[in-house]
């Protein structure tokens, strides 16, 4: 089945950590995005990628990291600079063009501090 | 920039009856998609329902539909005979159109309303 993996479901992080989350696609589709949640609160835009080796900030940007060496694979880094990180992890991806271009979200990573 | 808000935390509603949950946006464009998306429990988002802001004509499906006024810049969803599945957080979501350049891929999110069903 076609879908958007995430993994692991869950991630604890110790203190001056980096941790990296995978985000893995076989839909063929050309954007990834990386989104956080927090409680009570919508989702906010970390970075997004349009096509292979290019990706652009989003919103709260800081203290993540991203590439896209591959269409299919668009993995996460939180770094110890992130100091608030616990929150709720979800890639999406999307076909670009056309008037049926909608988002494809995965299951989520739950990220938590030690 | 774009907000979208959400002015309902928490709604509940019986079921088999309908429920309206509401969602104002603000922008300066004239042309954009708007989205409700739910998240159960499972934390899964899927998505409900899409409307492209050229088109007069309120979007359906099946029991989902939308009252979009977009003069007034209002986005509501009506659920009609509410089911225990229906149960989840509802989230608006705003999405400039392609053409506008860098960015127009994003979405723009509310907070979100909780939806419990009460059998």
């Known amino acids: 089945d076609g879908g958007i993996t995430q993994s692991p479901k869950y991630l604890f992080r110790k203190e001056g950590q980096n941790v990296t989350l995978s985000c893995e696609q076989n839909?063929?589709?050309?954007?990834m995005y990386w989104y956080r949640q927090d409680p009570g609160q919508g989702l906010r835009l970390i970075y997004y990628?349009?096509?292979?080796?290019?990706?652009q900030k989003g919103d709260i940007a800081e203290g993540y990291s991203v590439s896209r060496e591959k269409k299919e694979s668009f993995p996460l880094t939180v770094t110890s600079a992130q100091k608030n990180p616990t929150a709720f992890y979800l890639c999406?991806?999307?076909?670009?063009?056309?008037?049926?271009?909608?988002?494809?979200f995965g299951s989520g990573t739950q990220l938590s501090v030690l | 920039a774009q907000t979208v808000t959400q002015s309902q935390p928490e709604m509940s509603v019986q079921e088999a009856e309908t429920v309206t949950l509401s969602c104002t946006y603000d922008?300066?464009?004239?042309?954009?998609?708007l989205f409700w998306y739910k998240q159960p429990p499972s934390r899964q988002m899927i998505l409900v329902i899409r409307?492209?802001?050229?088109?007069?004509q309120n979007a359906t499906e099946n029991r989902f539909s939308v009252n979009f006024q977009k003069a007034a810049k209002s986005f509501s969803l009506k659920i009609s005979d509410s089911q225990l599945g229906d149960a989840a957080m509802y989230f608006c979501?705003?999405?400039?159109?392609?053409?506008?350049?860098?960015?127009?891929?994003?979405?723009?999110f509310g907070k979100g309303t909780k939806l419990s069903v009460i059998p």
């Open positions: 839909l063929n589709h050309d954007a």
């Open positions: 979501a705003y999405r400039r159109p392609r053409l506008a350049g860098a960015g127009s891929y994003q979405l723009t």
């Open positions: 999406a991806s999307s076909i670009t063009g056309g008037a049926n271009e909608k988002l494809f």
């Open positions: 409307q492209e802001a050229y088109k007069q």
């Open positions: 922008t300066s464009e004239s042309d954009y998609y």
């Open positions: 990628s349009q096509i292979v080796n290019d990706f």
